[in-house]
């Protein structure tokens, strides 16, 4: 079973045989691989109908649920890691959100598409287009992703709530790091991954 | 992700007005359809089936503290059960169905068995990877020892003598019926309403003998509304002149109102506002002219009387009766200090929660508290919460995503016994 790169990071950072949720678990890819290779015992969510039936296909336990309405189902410290991969943009809440993974998972791992890369800044600075991507890949007026932020921006948010990063990978639009992500990761960077928890008080 | 509930109501939109009430004509009310035997049964229904009965004779201990001296299951089999006995699926049926679950008993047949839609070759429940079994429970009235059988020790029907059943107690019977068909361990146990509270006691009471456990438009406890409900049923039934205590097979009568009027209500809580709305509005009999008088005006109101009247022709009243109190008892948690994930603990299946939209009756909320307990204890749970209309009746319809859910479920579960 073979992953996409950026499943394939967040799989390497979850622990044998724990506990995970994955928030917008899609056909359940992910899941599927961590409790076959890892003996992760894990939930997926999703809300839409297609993904649900695709991922109960692949025998994933998954649970349809809107994030926007939060997640007070999951009781506090529930599960080791919360995961929302690639789905942070398009949530109406994304501080409540992160806030909620801290407090439902010990540790939450999340990843977004970089609005700061250059091809977007290019699309947008130089062209005067709103960016399309190949994570990013709808229009403006046909886009679920309604909350778009730079690696800064995230940075930023996680210091003014107190949230501690624990480990960060930049990966460039061949899903790749390279020493430029590196060097000038919000430039260089199309998908960002961060291993968060909250600051110990 | 984000555009679900768009997507929904466009595709509602998208159907015509009268494709909306063809959709539910074809199979949510069938009384003015009269849909009569078709000449030739469909090639997807598993056709013509004879119910059978096993009778045990050692007496069972219930939950209520007395016995019943012996007791008789009837029940109907779908499909052929595999070599290695794994392929087996029990089915749990609700309030007022029974062990039909599928096909027709003859060729006068008006009406095929209750889960049709859903339950045949190639369907969502496979008749041609599982056995499927459906026993109708004691303490009802279609074949199976209820109140309306002769008490041996009077050779008078039981009437309100007849002891108080469980939820329990109908899923010990159903474990001695699969000893009886040598089924060890069910592949999977599926139910709907009542029928999915008999499946989430099957997963506490007998863990190791299920492997799956598919709960749908259930509630692991009735709430005070739900009671209520059930209560003016009850009242309805026992104030009736002819309900003589429940003695009315002595007097060659039964309490006809009361029972029609019972089920009338329970129609009302069945359907969704939308649903009648739809079905129904505000339309007069033939587009008449107000009568104003007592007597039939509305649709709505013919409907009911037609679905009250002809209930009471295949049904027993105190079995109502016995049936909605098992319904208000059940509470698994309570002897868990009204913890469900205590109660569910000693489970070893992997459960399906299906609820849908618009049942008030059983509503998503209850669903959901199910599916908590079940993460709370750590067990395999998946939740689909579908779009529908048709409250709490939805269960019973083939509701596109509702089939998608359950074959992909129970595909699954075919793979892993190897059926």
């Known amino acids: ?201 | 992700m984000r555009h679900y509930k768009n997507r929904f109501a466009q595709a509602v939109a998208t159907l015509s007005c009268g494709q909306r009430l063809a959709r539910l004509d074809s199979f949510s009310f069938p009384y003015k359809t009269k849909c009569a035997m078709p000449a030739e049964i469909p090639a997807d229904s598993v056709g013509l089936v004879t119910p059978q009965t096993v009778t045990f004779s050692a007496p069972l201990e219930l939950e209520c503290g007395r016995a019943l001296p012996g007791y008789t299951l009837s029940y109907e089999t779908y499909g052929t059960l595999n070599a290695q006995r794994n392929n087996a699926i029990l089915l749990c049926h609700a309030l007022s169905g029974d062990h039909h679950a599928a096909g027709y008993h003859s060729m006068d047949d008006r009406k095929p068995g209750w889960w049709e839609h859903l339950l045949g070759p190639g369907k969502a429940m496979d008749t041609e990877r599982f056995f499927f079994v459906c026993a109708n429970f004691i303490g009802s009235c279609k074949g199976s020892t209820g109140p309306a059988s002769i008490n041996p020790e009077t050779g008078t029907p039981w009437g309100l003598d007849f002891p108080m059943v469980t939820v329990r107690d109908w899923v010990k019977t159903q474990a001695e019926l699969a000893e009886h068909l040598g089924i060890a361990q069910w592949a999977a146990v599926v139910g709907g309403s009542l029928g999915g509270m008999q499946v989430m006691q099957w997963t506490m009471d007998y863990p190791e003998r299920l492997r799956h456990a598919v709960v749908i438009a259930a509630a692991s406890k009735l709430t005070a509304q739900n009671i209520a409900f059930n209560e003016v049923c009850r009242q309805a039934i026992m104030t009736d002149p002819d309900f003589h205590g429940g003695r009315y097979y002595a007097h060659d009568t039964k309490p006809r109102r009361g029972l029609s009027l019972a089920r009338m209500i329970g129609h009302i809580t069945y359907l969704s506002d939308n649903a009648m709305r739809t079905k129904f509005g505000r339309d007069t009999r033939g587009g008449k002219a107000f009568s104003f008088g007592f007597d039939v005006d509305f649709e709505v109101e013919s409907y009911l009387r037609y679905q009250g009247s002809s209930f009471v022709e295949h049904f027993d009243a105190n079995s109502y009766l016995y049936i909605t109190k098992a319904l208000d008892y059940f509470d698994p948690a309570n002897a868990f200090g009204g913890n469900l994930a205590e109660a569910f603990a000693s489970t070893q299946a992997a459960f399906l929660v299906i609820s849908f939209s618009s049942d008030w009756r059983f509503s998503p909320e209850r669903s959901r508290e199910i599916v908590q307990a079940l993460y709370t204890c750590n067990r395999d749970v998946s939740y689909a919460e579908i779009e529908a209309e048709h409250g709490h009746d939805s269960f019973l319809m083939p509701i596109p995503q509702y089939v998608a859910v359950l074959r992909a479920y129970l595909g699954r579960v075919a793979e892993e016994v190897g059926a």
Not at chain 1, 1 to 19: G, V
Not at chain 1, 135 to 153: A, E, F, G, K, Q
Not at chain 1, 161 to 186: K, S
Request: charged share 25%; aromatic share 6%.
């Open chain 1, 1 to 201: 079973m073979t992953l996409r790169k950026d499943l394939a990071i967040i799989a390497d950072w979850i622990t044998p045989q724990s506990r995970i949720l994955d928030l917008g678990c899609g056909e359940g890819e992910l899941l599927a691989y961590l409790r076959a290779e890892k003996g992760v015992q894990g939930y997926g969510v999703e809300i839409e109908e297609a993904r649900v039936v695709a991922a109960i296909r692949r025998g994933i336990p998954v649970i349809q649920q809107d994030l926007d309405q939060g997640l007070r189902n999951f009781a506090d410290h529930s599960v080791d890691t919360v995961v929302l991969s690639l789905t942070l943009q398009a949530s109406t809440y994304p501080r409540e959100l992160l806030l909620e993974m801290l407090r439902v998972g010990r540790e939450v791992i999340v990843t977004f598409p970089n609005m700061g890369h250059w091809h977007a800044r290019w699309q947008l600075g130089v062209r005067g287009r709103m960016p399309m991507t190949d994570v990013l890949p709808h229009t403006w007026y046909d886009t679920p992703n309604i909350h778009l932020c730079t690696i800064r921006d995230f940075e930023s948010l996680c210091h003014d709530n107190g949230i501690a990063i624990h480990q960060r990978v930049v990966l460039n639009e061949r899903r790749r790091e390279t020493w430029r992500n590196r060097l000038l990761p919000n430039l260089f960077g199309e998908v960002a991954l961060y291993r968060c928890a909250l600051m110990a008080r």
